[in-house]
């Protein structure tokens, strides 16, 4: 299995408060990607990064930021938790374009639970 | 309309049955993924293809860029195979890393 470890696994937050998540690779792996997976859709992106300190926006990117400052890790910040963004989070890592020549490899899941 | 659609959404088997999963899309692709997610919520590459047919196990792939179309099958299934079995497409436009959509799932439950 590819090394790839998210933390928190679970997390409980109040709304208006900041939350970060973090994706940590042992891979090497250049590209890395924050999904995010709620009933009745498909896993839809976030962000992505695609070097040190290189990242673009996704579909779903309002009320998100991130950071890459070291290959290995990639964090997802939500700057002000909303109800709305109740999900289960997968953070997913490629050694080449994402989708088209590699395949991912996805961690274990964050559940975080805005109340 | 979905540009990833996948059928059936639910699938129930009895064990030994061979399965199939389908899944089409409407944009232009340079591959497509079939991954699994089991009930504890990891979820698992198994193949990415962009013409033909794969095989790992019991699983197979296989894909018809003409038709837009792809197929997962399980033969001689088992209740470990019950997962939810999710197909991705990349879009073939350059530029973008993160340029694959998802469908939304075929829940397969496979009964002893």
């Known amino acids: 299995d590819a090394g790839i470890t998210q933390s928190p696994r679970h997390k409980v937050t109040e709304t208006g408060t900041p939350v970060t998540l973090r994706c940590h690779q042992t891979e090497n792996h250049r590209y890395m990607y924050w999904y995010r997976q709620d009933p009745g859709h498909g896993l839809r992106l976030i962000h992505y990064s695609y070097g040190v300190k290189d990242t673009d926006k996704g579909e779903v990117s309002d009320g998100y930021s991130v950071s890459r400052s070291k290959t290995e890790d990639f964090l997802l910040t939500l700057e002000s938790a909303t109800s709305s963004q109740t999900s289960v989070y997968f953070c997913a890592i490629s050694e080449g374009q994402g989708g088209g020549n590699s395949p991912l490899h996805f961690g274990n899941g964050t559940r975080l639970t805005v109340t | 309309k979905n540009e990833v659609e996948q059928s059936p959404q639910n699938l129930t088997a009895q064990e030994g049955e061979f399965i199939t999963i389908n899944c089409s899309y409407s944009v232009g692709i340079s591959a497509l993924h079939w991954l699994q997610q089991h009930p504890g919520g990891g979820i698992v590459s198994l193949f990415m293809l962009s013409s033909g047919k794969k095989k790992h196990g019991r699983l197979i792939a296989t894909i018809n860029i003409q038709e837009k179309h792809s197929s997962l099958h399980i033969t001689a299934s088992h209740p470990r195979d019950s997962a939810v079995y999710i197909c991705?497409?990349?879009?073939?436009?350059?530029?973008?890393?993160?340029?694959?959509?998802f469908g939304k799932g075929t829940k397969l439950s496979v009964k002893p």
């Open positions: 991705a497409a990349s879009r073939n436009y350059g530029g973008s890393q993160g340029n694959l959509i």
